[in-house]
């Protein structure tokens, strides 16, 4: 079975300062991994996904297989960054269920 | 486009109650999700259907909820009785059909509290 680790609830920034959430997963396959954002009182949706090695409103993500790891990153934050943040794999098994993280809290101050 | 519908918004019955959610997703999407977000977790798939047959219901509590759809298109949960931990926002979700890399596009979710 696959496995999601956030293993922060919360992470307060200061605005310009670079942030990391960080991402551990568990799964003995090949994962197809994603990060989904909750902005105050909006849907959830997606920010990026591994396989398009995009980068998102200046967030990346480096799939890293030796050490299971999938962590979210922005060199400076911007006060409207704030959001639920939810790390999330997919078992590419053929169908896209999804196995989510419980969800990092990022809060950047002015 | 129009983004993937739910009603109701909120919903607080008492436990041994029954409730029912209903889902539109996005036009042309075949596959159709139903979570469950208790306060402080992240989602977690109840089900998967694709077009109208059901392809994961393995975390699907039988004994109290149900899923439809019908037609392949609208979808509805059913919980009966509710229990005091059901309490969470159930949220409805939908995406193209495979591969598994495809965008879910998620539903606003009903809040639900059991009392």
């Known amino acids: 079975a696959q496995r999601v680790t956030q293993p922060e609830k919360l992470l307060s920034v200061f605005k310009g300062a670079p942030v990391e959430l960080k991402c551990n997963y568990s799964y003995s396959g090949s994962p197809e991994l994603f990060w989904y954002v909750q902005y105050s009182r909006q849907r959830l949706q997606l920010l990026l996904r591994?396989?398009s090695r995009e980068s998102i409103k200046g967030f990346t993500a480096d799939l890293n297989k030796g050490e299971t790891s999938f962590h979210l990153k922005k060199p400076f934050a911007q006060e409207e960054d704030s959001a639920m943040y939810y790390c999330a794999l997919s078992a590419n098994s053929g169908y896209s269920t999804l196995t989510f993280g419980k969800g990092t809290m990022l809060l950047v101050s002015p | 486009e129009a983004g993937v519908a739910q009603s109701p918004r909120y919903k607080i019955i008492e436990k041994r109650q029954s409730v029912a959610f209903w889902c539109n997703p996005i036009?042309?999407?075949?596959?159709l999700y139903w979570y469950q977000q208790i306060l402080g977790q992240g989602p977690k798939l109840l089900i998967q259907?694709?077009?109208?047959?059901?392809?994961?219901d393995s975390q699907l509590p039988k004994d109290r909820f149900s899923a439809e759809r019908l037609k392949g298109v609208d979808s509805t949960l059913k919980i009966q009785p509710a229990k005091l931990e059901d309490s969470a926002v159930y949220l409805c979700a939908s995406s193209l059909e495979p591969p598994s890399y495809n965008e879910q596009f998620f539903g606003p979710g009903t809040r639900l509290t059991v009392l």
């Open positions: 591994h396989i």
């Open positions: 036009s042309g999407h075949a596959t």
């Open positions: 259907f694709q077009n109208n047959g059901v392809v994961d």
